[in-house]
């Protein structure tokens, strides 16, 4: 990223000022050469982010952003519902239950010490992750609302979980799916 774009605020705190539909500044933080390392994408989701209605004092970037679906990742961004905020997909997950998980193998530390390399292998050739077609489960209309409202306990439901997995997610599972009928159905063919 080019630093000529920002303003310094301090050993690692950088600000990219407000220009055209910003409502607020974006603030990045990280060292010098962390945030010449980012890519120029960065700062224009920022400057999306920014731009959103509602916003609450700035659009912010951690040291760890990197370009995402229009929400740079590590992004942070509040808005305020009576200015008319939003919840944008990007900055909770693009994807409907989005998140890090726990996985738990039941193996102690110097057990896992041994397995750690072609563990992550084969969950790596295992695990379809990023953008793509590429996965081998196929949801008809039906099934894609049924998997949208009902996210983890759905996923449990037809056999791509335990029950016992619920209990090492946020809410226990618990937590409300998106309302189907909400969700564009380019989002959907997504």
């Given amino acids: 990223m080019d630093l000529q774009l920002l303003d310094q605020h301090g050993d690692c705190e950088w600000h990219l000022p407000r220009r055209g539909a910003m409502r607020v500044p974006g603030v990045i933080y990280g060292d010098a050469a962390l945030i010449a390392d980012l890519d120029d994408q960065v700062a224009q989701q920022l400057r999306n982010v920014a731009s959103l209605p509602g916003i609450v004092e700035a659009a912010y970037a951690l040291p760890d952003a990197h370009s995402g679906y229009g929400f740079p990742i ?3 961004a ?3 519902p009576a200015e008319g905020g939003v919840v944008s997909a990007g900055g909770v997950g693009f994807d409907v239950s989005c998140g ?3 996985l738990h193998t039941g193996l102690g ?7 750690k390399t072609p563990l992550v292998e084969a969950l790596f050739e295992a695990i379809p992750a990023g953008l793509g077609q590429g996965g081998g489960l196929h949801l008809d209309t039906a099934e894609l609302d049924a998997m949208l409202a009902g996210v983890a306990r759905w996923a449990v439901e037809r056999g791509y979980g335990r029950p016992q997995d619920l209990a ?9 799916g998106a309302d189907p009928r909400v969700v564009s159905d380019q989002a959907k063919h997504r």
């Avoid at 530390?109 to 397995?115: K, Y």
């Fill in 168 to 176: 090492r997610i946020e809410e226990l599972g618990c937590m409300a």
């Fill in 100 to 102: 890090v998980r726990m």
């Fill in 74 to 76: 590590g992004g942070v």
């Fill in 78 to 80: 509040a808005f305020d």
């Fill in 109 to 115: 530390s110097a057990e896992l010490e041994a397995v």
